[in-house]
């Protein structure tokens, strides 16, 4: 479905991304992991179309990303970012006919009326109630589900996530999380996203792709990924990892005082790497 072979992104003198090689299947939950500036956002932004590689191609449906038009790509993947929606003056429900861009014609009308798309939406996400508040009135869980709500309305068979549960505390991560993952349960969506929270990918993602210093440094299962040897040379921190009680995947456990400075780190990392 998706495919990058032999990608690298390179700005100005930096390769921000090298030779990143990456088949992802209809349907699959990828998430992408690494320690900041490694690449994760660049690559997002490459599977979007918003940047072309410096080399190498990235394929939708065996067609180029760049050989697609704007509605037409936007029928077929959205994004969802980190800050989802600011507080603006729009109403929750002039958000999700937002998301019906892609389907209008040059008067901003639609073939078919997509109220009862919109509706059964808000519905599902429990924004029924705030159709008609604007964005400025509510909280920062309310506007991610509203902006949840614009990439559902455009009715997407990929969607693209990056760090969408941020600036969210635990009970809104977990209800974000949930609801994409009931969305994709229910459609069969294929979702990649970009997680700092190594927990939360291993909750919910099929495969984890590592990314460091621009380059590939594994992928496969979160339990073949996030082993405490793999956390130590990819994040530099001790961590113990331990399964889930609940359903068994790999959930980390950090330690006070593994987030040394670097000059200790160093030394405490000097042989792990022999």
């Known amino acids: 479905m998706i495919s990058l072979q032999g990608v690298s992104k390179r700005f100005d003198r930096v390769d921000a991304l090298a030779g990143i090689d990456w088949e992802i299947q209809g349907g699959e939950w990828w998430g992408i992991i690494g320690p900041n500036g490694s690449g994760k956002s660049t690559l997002l932004q490459m599977l979007s179309g918003v940047e072309a590689p410096t080399a190498g191609k990235v394929t939708i449906h065996g067609r180029d990303v760049r050989d697609y038009g704007r509605k037409e790509l936007a029928r077929t993947l959205a994004v969802l970012q980190q800050e989802g929606l600011g507080p603006t003056d729009f109403t929750v429900r002039e958000v999700l006919e937002m998301g019906r861009y892609p389907f209008q014609n040059w008067f901003g009308r639609e073939p078919s009326d997509a109220g009862p798309l919109l509706d059964s939406i808000m519905e599902r996400l429990e924004l029924k109630s705030l159709e008609y508040r604007r964005l400025d009135q509510l909280s920062g869980g309310q506007r991610q589900r509203a902006?949840?709500?614009?990439?559902?309305?455009?009715?997407?068979?990929?969607?693209?996530?990056?760090?969408?549960?941020?600036?969210?505390?635990?009970?809104?991560?977990?209800?974000?999380?949930?609801?994409?993952?009931?969305?994709?349960?229910?459609?069969?969506?294929?979702?990649?996203?970009?997680?700092?929270?190594?927990?939360?990918?291993?909750?919910?993602?099929d495969r984890l792709l590592v990314l460091h210093e621009g380059r590939m440094a594994g992928k496969g299962s979160p339990e073949d990924m996030l082993t405490e040897n793999n956390?130590?040379?990819?994040?530099?921190?001790?961590?113990?990892?331990?399964?889930?009680?609940?359903?068994?995947?790999?959930?980390?456990?950090?330690?006070?005082?593994?987030?040394?400075?670097?000059?200790?780190?160093?030394?405490?990392?000097?042989?792990?790497?022999?």
């Open 147 to 205: 902006a949840l709500g614009k990439v559902m309305a455009q009715e997407p068979s990929i969607l693209l996530l990056d760090e969408p549960t941020t600036y969210l505390d635990i009970r809104y991560q977990l209800q974000f999380m949930d609801m994409v993952a009931d969305w994709r349960r229910d459609t069969g969506i294929t979702v990649i996203s970009v997680l700092h929270d190594l927990n939360l990918a291993a909750q919910f993602c």
């Open 231 to 274: 956390i130590r040379r990819i994040f530099r921190v001790d961590t113990s990892v331990v399964a889930h009680p609940a359903n068994g995947s790999p959930q980390v456990l950090l330690t006070a005082g593994a987030g040394k400075s670097e000059e200790g780190r160093e030394e405490a990392y000097a042989g792990a790497e022999q």
